[in-house]
């Protein structure tokens, strides 16, 4: 399973990488695995408040449908919109053009609620 | 209960298959992505670990036939080389299963049935047929390989001759290769163009891997499978028929023969129809599954009973029992897991035309 180093995880399979006070979030390569070909994605509207392990939005796969939950509390300032027409950018790139939705934080300090790369791989491994 | 192993099951776990529990076997469900698999049925050529469902032999005299009142189909009136879909159904009209029979000669048939339902088929025939009816339920020796897609006769050519030319929708033939005599149809559950392999239980990996050995040909999964059936509108058991529906419900009156008598004709003569299955196609991606419900307006008119995403139409897609009155093609509708989410229209199916199916 690919893991990036410098994202922050959660045990749900959802990834956070921070830009000062942004945090844009998705799901981890491990998560898509197991979900299978992502057929629809339900983006947060723009503006929504949510806290830390929240529901941000849904994800639909050809085998269920899923919930992912906001790694952090905050405000989402902006979403993919590419997902809208091609929601199996979250299986071919899960870390990059597959990312969901950018928070802005409003709290730093749950941070330390995450895992690290290094705490994520070890999580899977379990 | 044990899950049971198909004689494929090491080889589908060395083609890193996932695995799931399907009717009491454990099933290859996807080989990598559903989806690639779905399209590539209908671009090329998929073979399918089918060995899950049931092979019924029946040999009778067909002047006193008893297997004729024992289901819907003709048997007797059939000729031989056919196959023909129809219902094993309760007295009250009700589906116990549905099934496709073979007419092998003038006094033997094969009936092949759901995997789900292989029990109650086989006590429910057995109460039916009559003392010289010969019954052998062949399920465990028998492997069937579904061969499915555009260029699939080009590949069942080079394993069982040219004659394979003459085989037309819904027949079949027995075929000599890898050492014996073998019943191939030309049927399916994709709506292409294919063939339904039946095989002794310990020749599947030698004949799993020479079809793999092709171009062109790859391995598809229960995944697939029920995207492609869906795109077509073929009904599942357990989804669209259940004990609880009638084949009149799912608008199958013309696999039905009024003709003759069969068990549970007089309960649909009877049968006043509240429902009808109908297609009905999503205004985007959003997947309603079963259970789903359906609406106009706010009112509550139906429940979906299988639904997914369509990679050849760019959409969700699925199938409904509708109130009866509400049940006419471009309808407008809502659908939704418990209020109306999104909106949509009742089509009537197959969802795709023009397949390869009958080329």
Redesign the interface.
Known sequence: MNIKQDYFYTKEHEWANLNGNIARVGITDYAQHKLGDITYVELPAIGKKVKQGEVLNGVESVKAASDVYSPLSGEVVKVNTALENDPGLINRSPYEDGWIAEIKISDENEIKNLMTANDYMKFLGE | MEIKKTPLYDYHIKLNA?MVEFAGFFMP??YG????ETKHTRQKISIFDIFHMGEFYIKENPEKSSLDYAITVPVVKMKNGKCKYGFLLNENGTIIDDLIVYRISDDEWMIVVNASNEKIDEETLKKRLSNSAYFENRSNKIMKIDVQGPLSREIIKKIAGEKINNLKYYTFDKFDFMGGRYIISRTGYTGELGYEIYIDAEKSEELWKKLLSFNDVKPAGL?ARD?LRLEMGYPLYGDELTCETTPLDAGFQKFLDFEKDFAGKKALLNHKQKYLLCGFIVN????I?HNGKVFINEKEIGYVTSG??SPHLNC?IGMAYVLKEFALENTEIFLGKEKPEISGKIIKPPFLKNTSLKS
Request: glycine residues 12%.
């Open positions: 996932v469900v996807h992505s559903i989806l690639e995944g995207i985007g991606r959003k997947t599954r997914v995403f969700a």
